[in-house]
Nanobody
Framework: QVQLVESGGGLVQAGGSLRLSCVVS????????MGWFRQVPGKEREFRAT????????YYADSVKGRFTIPSDNAKNTVYLQMNSLKPEDTAVYFC????????????????WGQGTQVTVSS
């Protein structure tokens, strides 16, 4: 059983920063690529960033390049989403996801999901 638990969401003013955390609990010892997605009501879940298991490769959605980073700490089984220069349009529920394969940007390619954490950016 694989469990992902996000934390770190909250309310922040435009221009501010937040760091989301996603802790992966897995007894199989599998290696996962991790991704972050966001979702607003009435819309599909949207890719934000992904990182390989080794941490050596990352990929970002164009709208977050230069503002978001996705560091990871394998010793803590944790992946982060560091969000800087936040904008009101970044407001959404943010989900982390895991897959046993290479980097991916589609929700269909991910095997496990967290419960989500709300991020609200005020103007």
């Amino acid at each position: 059983q694989v469990q992902l638990v996000e934390s770190g969401g909250g309310l922040v003013q435009a221009g501010g920063s937040l760091r989301l955390s996603c802790v992966v609990s897995d007894r199989t010892g599998s290696r996962y690529s991790m991704g972050w997605f966001r979702q607003v009501p009435g819309k599909e879940r949207e890719f934000r960033a992904t990182i390989s298991w080794s941490g050596g490769r990352t990929y970002y959605a164009d709208s977050v390049k230069g503002r978001f980073t996705i560091p990871s700490d394998n010793a803590k089984n944790t992946v982060y989403l560091q969000m800087n220069s936040l904008k009101p349009e970044d407001t959404a529920v943010y989900f982390c996801a895991a897959r046993t394969g290479w980097l991916a940007v589609s929700t269909r390619d991910y095997d496990y999901w967290g419960q989500g954490t709300q991020v609200t950016v005020s103007s």
